[in-house]
């Protein structure tokens, strides 16, 4: 199994960064697409970033293109989430995920997430 834990949420001014970690276990993480996904009260969780797994390339939300950038540590088994100018609809719960069978912008192609890391953006 695949165990995923966030951390690195807090509160920042607009405008502000903040860099999200997702520490991982088990023995097949280096084969998981990994990615990063939000959701806010009322709302459905919504795609943030993924990697792509073989080619370590990673895509975005067009929403956050440009100002969020997503790394991979293989040798620490950490995944982060770099946010930059952040805004106040960024605020939102954050959740690390795995994805066993290849990357994916679908919540249903994820097979573990972890317990999510609140992101607090204020105005």
């Known amino acids: 199994q695949v165990q995923l834990a966030e951390s690195g949420g807090g509160l920042v001014q607009a405008g502000g960064s903040l860099r999200l970690s997702c520490a991982t276990s088990?023995?097949?993480?280096?084969?998981?697409?990994m990615g990063w996904f939000r959701q806010t009260p009322g709302k459905e969780r919504e795609f943030v970033a993924a990697?792509?797994?073989?080619?370590?390339?990673?895509y975005y939300a067009d929403s956050v293109q440009g100002r969020f950038t997503l790394s991979r540590d293989n040798a620490k088994n950490t995944l982060y989430l770099q946010m930059n100018s952040l805004k106040p609809e960024d605020t939102a719960v954050y959740y690390c995920?795995?994805?066993?069978?290849?990357?994916?912008?679908?919540?249903?192609?994820?097979?573990?997430w972890g317990q999510g890391t609140q992101v607090t953006v204020s105005s």
């Open positions: 088990g023995r097949a993480f280096r084969s998981y697409a």
């Open positions: 995920a795995a994805a066993k069978y290849g990357s994916s912008r679908y919540i249903r192609d994820y097979n573990y």
């Open positions: 990697d792509n797994w073989s080619d370590g390339s990673a």
